[in-house]
């Protein structure tokens, strides 16, 4: 069975872009959550998404914005990039939402210039 | 705030050496335990869960964690490591507002 993947593998955008990152879950899952990891620090939590509706939001910014659509993948927008965005970003999924076994995928490397 | 502590981040040991890994949290109400490894090039995988019952869980490879509510700890074991357990371990939280902490990590190299 495929495990979560997630796209692109690496984006490098510039101050004030726009950014959306992809992720598919594993076949079955209904839960999506992502987070964001950075040199040195454990993944810091930003949503969770279940059957298409926010379930958990962690300490971030309006910026950061999310959605799942019906075949249960997601998506993760950052508008107005800063420097600060620079970050791996994890996606992971699970089959119910809350605290089910996250699945975590290879992760989209974003560097904002 | 709540927040998850990893008190070692780089720890070396030799082959066969026991293993343990200290984990604080500091959420008062009740909390799901996690330890997440993730290996050389590999994805984060879970490693072993506490959710209730016996406070010490066995996982994968010969791993253990015991929960001490008391110390608001989940410190992980191992009684004998081996080159294949180098690692970053990465302990977590869930709490009941829906959010998942992760601690810092732990960087486990072993030598053989």
């Known amino acids: 069975d495929a495990g979560v993947t997630q796209s692109p593998t690496h984006l490098i955008k510039t101050r004030g872009q726009h950014v959306t990152l992809r992720c598919s879950p594993i076949?079955?899952?209904?839960?999506v959550s992502w987070y964001q990891q950075v040199l040195g620090q454990g993944p810091q939590f930003i949503f969770q998404?279940?059957?298409?509706?926010?379930?958990g939001r962690g300490n971030f910014p309006d910026r950061f914005s999310a959605r799942q659509f019906p075949n249960y993948s997601s998506e993760l927008n950052v508008n107005a990039l800063l420097l600060g965005d620079s970050a791996l970003y994890l996606c992971?999924?699970?089959?119910?939402?809350?605290?089910?076994?996250?699945?975590f995928g290879p992760g989209t490397r974003l560097t904002v210039l | 705030a709540q927040s998850v502590s990893q008190h070692n981040h780089h720890v070396i040991l030799s082959e066969a050496a026991s293993l343990e890994l200290g984990c604080n949290y500091s959420y008062g109400g009740t909390v799901n335990l996690f330890w997440y490894v993730q290996y050389p090039g590999q994805h984060l995988q879970l490693l072993l869960k506490?959710?209730?019952?016996?406070?010490l869980v066995k996982g994968i490879k010969g791993f253990e964690a015991e929960f001490i509510k008391s110390k608001f700890s989940f410190n992980l074991r191992k009684p004998s490591v081996q080159w294949s357990d180098t690692a970053e371990y990465f302990c977590a939280v869930f709490s009941g507002t829906y959010k998942y902490i992760f601690g810092t990590g732990t960087r486990l190299k072993v030598l053989a």
């Open positions: 998404y279940y059957e298409k509706e926010e379930r």
């Open positions: 506490y959710f209730s019952g016996d406070p």
């Open positions: 992971a999924s699970s089959y119910l939402a809350g605290a089910d076994t996250q699945y």
């Open positions: 076949s079955g899952h209904k839960s």
